[in-house]
């Protein structure tokens, strides 16, 4: 999810801790706990300063080790030390416990959007990805928003959170039923599919699709339950010749193939260059593949610019390469 959805949470959650009267009743508590639930809701996420570094690094290890099965545990740890420092005489073990539970929830969410985490390392390396929720999701969001405002002018935290979660149990649910039938309608029309990616966008009703059968990629919308094709492609899968192999070995080209499930790949000569290009297909965005992955090489299969990322013009995207063709 975006950062402003886990701070609401990380509040509301702070908010519900109050229904335990130990915390409610205590003058110091409350405070302890909502500072807790705050930064263990953020916690997971501080891996985001590896953008400082490049977009390579950030892809590849963005919601890995940090959403990982030890993070779950570390970090509370650590939360929990930091808030005793400051006041040891609050109950570490109510902090603990609450800091655990934001951090938990925080990857749990995560896992609902098409990104995904490494959740499972470091058991397994697998990204999962349900693809359910949008990574901002108008809902949660204002639904947090309706909560907070109850609170403040007077309603219980804790009855008003713990009805705002059940709200969210439900629309979780739901939303995972639509999925689903977005998923069984691809598979009708095309029965000999052997993947179906379902991307959530940020409206109820409609959803990406790309739809891959042992020969072609579909590239479609379902809007109000019914598919539109945007675009098809060959499915080529990534072939074993020199400037493909050369390109691999660069670290944006890397990091983009160990986080993307679905692609096309394009070699294009550019006068004394070669271009090797690969787009994901499942973020199309008014007719453009904005997530990509470049590697321009000499003839003599030298990496001389590369780049992975996000861009949503071709001028942009040749300025980030920062090389002019002839």
């Known amino acids: 999810m975006d950062t402003g959805t886990h701070v609401v949470m990380g509040l509301s959650l702070g908010g519900l801790a109050t229904l335990d009267p130990t915390i409610a009743n205590d003058p110091l508590l409350p405070t302890s706990i909502m500072i807790a639930t ?4 953020q916690a997971p996420d501080f891996d985001t300063v590896l953008k400082l570094r490049n977009n390579a690094v950030y892809i590849r290890n963005h919601r890995g080790i940090t959403h990982s ?4 545990f570390i970090w509370p740890l650590l939360i929990t030390a930091g808030i005793v420092a ?18 938990v929830l925080h990857v749990f969410v995560d896992i609902f959007n098409s990104y995904g985490t490494q959740a499972l390392r470091p058991i397994s390396n697998k990204w999962i990805a349900l693809g359910v929720i949008n990574i901002f999701d108008p809902f949660i969001f204002f639904s947090h928003l309706a909560a907070f405002a109850l609170w403040a002018f007077g309603a219980a935290a804790g009855p ?32 000999d599919a052997t993947h179906v990616f379902v ?8 959803w990406h699709l790309v739809i891959r059968t042992p020969e072609l990629l579909y590239v479609a919308e379902s809007r109000n339950n019914k598919i539109e094709y ?26 983009f193939l160990s986080f993307s499930p679905t692609y096309r790949w394009e070699v294009e000569e550019k006068g004394e260059l070669t271009e090797v290009r690969f787009v994901d297909l499942r973020y199309r965005s008014k007719g453009h593949y904005p997530f990509v992955a470049i590697v321009q090489l000499t003839k003599d299969l030298e990496i001389v610019s590369s780049y992975t990322g996000w861009v949503f013009s071709e001028e942009t995207l040749q300025k980030k390469l920062n090389v002019v063709t002839e």
């Open 160 to 191: 008003t959170f713990f009805i705002l979660y059940l709200l969210l149990v439900l629309y979780y649910s739901w939303r995972i039923f639509e999925k689903k039938k977005v998923d069984k309608h691809a598979k009708r029309l095309h029965p």
């Open 86 to 103: 400051f006041t040891p005489e609050t109950n570490w073990q109510l902090v603990l416990l609450w800091s655990f539970i934001a951090v």
């Open 69 to 72: 099965l030890p993070a779950l």
């Open 38 to 41: 705050i930064i263990g809701s």
């Open 199 to 206: 991307s959530p966008s940020i409206r109820w009703n409609q």
């Open 230 to 255: 945007f675009e098809k492609y060959s499915f080529d899968p990534i072939p074993d010749i020199p400037v493909i192999s050369a390109a691999r070995r660069d670290p944006n080209l890397a990091a």
